[in-house]
């Protein structure tokens, strides 16, 4: 019967190639009985002797915490392999090491695979086999399994360790005075001859409270020996709550111990890139500062780009379109309400939505380059600090980035917050954050009456939706969540160079999701609203007769305070509670409607004032969430009442925000 | 290492894997691993500001965006804080 070494390692660290350089075509693939882990099995002949070797599945550990790891565990203390090599990766050999020190632990004859030794070369990785291989007390064999290197010297340790009795080795590893004693203790009671595993093992597992070795001593003793394992286990576990981390603490020591002095890093101790700009753009002061600096100059980017270079491009596209359609629906002689759909409705209205693609493309890949960047967590920890600073629980903030996508996945996100207060906060105010459905209407807008202040006016608009869900979670959490404030610690990655290939998909997820969503719910919306615009028969098309009309005319007055009284803002508004985007398209059809061909930008430039788009646009920004949100909000709070109560405060806070802006830019004589 | 790893973590703003290395003289790696076993053990918890790949979102053209890139938080625990106070 021919020898059988284990294959066992880290994930990533080169073990498949080495079983594969190994054993070349010459293996099979089945299953571990009873689970669903994949076993790889093969053979190769080292000398006159033909070995099989098994592949055990790639684990940091040799707990009980995952099946790949107790198929490993078991696999090993059955006593079935020979020998184990565990294949360790030479670059991160620190982290690799804390599964040696358990494999040595549970009495296994083990040859490191010290692999990938050309990568850590090239790293600058100093490394010390010999010295390794004397504090281990193991075989260390430098290999690169990729190009085939030192295969043959780890077979000859692997076969020449097989030959030496006995077949489990003595190894014991020091966890301090009080520790061993324990272990000593509890060693002692499961020395049983039921149980077939190392004592030593066993102990020190029953100390990490691992259940699965505990139901298997306790299935092996016998009555007496049982009772007799109860009380010596209660006595030194008890008052030890710390004793697992104590536990997997010593074996950091050991590791540490041994690549002290065998391994050299070059930048050890040394401050990264990452750190040195970490401590300028997570700075207490300078950090939100350089945060507002850095959105404002994408803005101004955007604009620049998409408006002053690419802005017309789309917009000569659907005009074109436009064109052609009404002269084929002419030629096939189509009737005229066909005609004014196409126009009004489809050219109009959905049309004047995709002409501020340019601008959206130009927006998404530059907050792509941010986001693959690593500097939205940063954004998030700035964000942390001003929130705590007004008595907040910073980590609402994190839905709220997620809300400038989407609000949808932004009120989801809010399930990741542990209490319910804060929950809630997060939800309630994630509607205030500008998400993308709000960025052609804040565009539409700014073309018409801002066109110079462009970045300035989307900047503000994007600082006020903080500032209004800073305020409003600061009412929320002082009245109806009443709370305490948790501490948590944001994970900072290191900066990366943004890839090409990030960013374009980025802005291609984007754009793709916005043309989906003009080609099915604002259509759908526009298709509606046309209808009700051109009913009853006989009245004026897109005129206050119109039932489309009439429902302007009978919400409009609402809206009279903040300067915008007319029924198509109203419609505009009340066709956004479907989907943001439609605002747009909605203004763009009924406008189109009433003057043909006319152009948004001049239709809005005739129905509102530089002060009332302004006072529209905060209305915009902070009136009640769109359809979608408002059902995600009654899902994640598990209640009706709490979408009814977002929509309603929502719509008040934004009226309040409309009058305000119109009536003091009024008394300041900017009307 | 896992003790001066907590108490380096309680005494920080940040996670930083990087500034956490070169404070404690340990790889990367090696940290990284620390903070695994912390949340383990039950001494750190984790968790990820972004909704998760659980969420059904149906047809949401958007979809493919959600929780690509998620912010990864690590809150300490009371059996962590407790374990703090006592060192």
Not at chain 1, 67 to 80: K, N, P, Q, Y
Not at chain 1, 193 to 198: D, K, S
Not at chain 1, 468 to 485: H, P
Not at chain 1, 646 to 654: C, L, M, N, T
Request: aromatic share 8%; glycine share 10%; proline share 4%.
């Amino acid at each position: 019967m021919s020898k059988i070494i284990a294959l066992v390692g880290n994930p990533n660290c080169g073990k498949t190639t080495l079983f594969n350089a190994l054993t070349g075509a010459n293996h099979h693939v089945g299953n571990w009985p009873g689970v669903t882990v994949e076993r790889k099995e093969g053979q190769f002949r080292h000398g006159n002797e033909v070995l099989t070797i098994v592949d055990l599945p790639g684990i940091y550990s040799l707990g009980a915490f995952s099946e790949d790891e107790m198929v490993a565990r078991d696999f090993i203390l059955s006593g079935e392999p020979d020998v184990v090599i565990n294949v360790v990766d030479a670059t991160n050999i620190e982290r690799n090491l804390y599964l040696t020190t358990q494999l040595l632990e549970m009495g296994a004859k083990v040859v490191v695979a010290l692999n990938m030794v050309d990568e850590a070369n090239s790293r600058k990785i100093s490394l010390n086999t010999g010295a390794l291989s004397r504090r281990l007390g193991v075989p260390v064999v430098p290999t690169v399994a990729s190009k085939r290197k030192g295969l043959e010297e780890l077979a000859e340790a692997a076969v020449s360790l097989m030959g030496l009795a006995p077949k489990r080795s003595r190894y014991h590893l020091s966890y301090g005075e009080s520790i061993d004693a324990k272990v000593a203790e509890l060693e002692k009671v499961v020395h049983v001859e039921g149980l077939v595993y190392p004592p030593r093992w066993v102990a020190v597992k029953l100390l990490e409270g691992d259940e699965h070795v505990l139901r298997m001593v306790e299935g092996s003793l016998s009555s007496q020996e049982l009772e007799n394992f109860r009380r010596v286990y209660e006595e030194v576990a008890a008052h030890s709550s710390d004793l697992p981390l104590e536990i997997v603490d010593g074996r950091y020591r050991f590791v540490h111990a041994v690549t002290s002095s065998a391994v050299r890093r070059p930048s050890e101790g040394v401050l990264t890139l990452t750190d040195r700009l970490d401590r300028v753009l997570t700075h207490r002061y300078w950090g939100l500062p350089l945060f507002a600096l850095i959105m404002f100059a994408v803005f101004q980017l955007t604009f620049a780009l998409g408006q002053d270079l690419l802005g017309g491009l789309v917009a000569g596209g659907v005009e074109f379109v436009g064109e052609a359609l009404d002269g084929l629906l002419l030629r096939v002689s189509a009737p005229d309400w066909l005609r004014s759909y196409a126009a009004e409705g489809l050219i109009g209205g959905v049309g004047v939505v995709l002409e501020f693609i340019p601008l959206i493309v130009i927006l998404y890949m530059l907050m792509g380059l941010l986001e693959d960047s690593g500097y939205m967590a940063r954004a998030a920890y700035v964000m942390d600090n001003t929130m705590r600073a007004v008595g907040l629980q910073g980590k609402t903030f994190i839905p709220l980035i997620v809300g400038f996508g989407c609000n949808v996945p932004g009120v989801m996100a809010a399930r990741t917050l542990e209490n319910k207060k804060d929950r809630m906060i997060a939800i309630l105010i994630n509607p205030f954050m500008s998400c993308g459905a709000k960025i052609p209407i804040y565009l539409a807008f700014i073309a018409a009456f801002f066109p110079e202040q462009g970045a300035l006016v989307m900047f503000s608009l994007y600082v006020l939706g903080i500032l209004v869900a800073l305020l409003m979670g600061k009412v929320l959490s002082s009245t109806l969540f009443k709370g305490d404030v948790s501490h948590f610690l944001l994970e900072l990655p290191p900066y990366r160079t943004p890839t090409l290939r990030n960013v374009l998909r980025n802005m291609w997820d984007n754009v793709s999701g916005f043309l989906a969503r003009a080609g099915t719910v604002i259509f759908v919306v526009v298709s509606l609203l046309w209808v009700l615009s051109a009913l009853p028969a006989g009245v004026e098309p897109y005129g206050p007769e119109s039932i489309l009309g009439r429902i302007g005319s009978l919400i409009a007055p609402i809206f009279a305070p903040a300067g915008f009284g007319n029924w198509q803002a109203a419609v505009g508004l009340f066709s956004g509670i479907a989907a943001k985007e439609a605002v747009v398209a909605t203004l763009g059809m009924v406008y189109a409607g009433v003057e043909e061909g006319i152009e948004l930008v001049s239709a809005l430039q005739g129905a509102f004032t530089p002060l009332t788009a302004l006072s529209f646009l905060v209305m915009t920004l902070l009136y009640t969430p769109c359809v979608a949100t408002l059902a995600t909000i009654r899902k994640e709070t598990g209640s009706a009442k709490w979408a009814v109560f977002s929509a309603f405060y929502s719509f008040a806070i934004g009226w309040v925000g409309a009058v305000l802006v119109f009536q003091v830019g009024r008394i300041l004589g900017l009307g | 290492m896992l003790k001066e790893l907590l108490l380096e973590i309680s005494a920080s703003e940040y996670i930083s894997k990087t500034l956490l290395a070169a404070k404690l003289g340990r790889p990367e790696g090696l940290i990284e691993d620390g903070l695994a076993q912390l949340v383990r053990l039950g001494y750190l918890a984790e968790g990820s500001g972004s909704s998760s790949c659980a969420v059904k979102c149906g047809k949401c053209p958007y979809a493919s965006l959600c929780g690509q890139d998620p912010i990864r938080t690590l809150t300490i625990t009371t059996a962590g804080q407790k374990y703090i106070d006592r060192h």
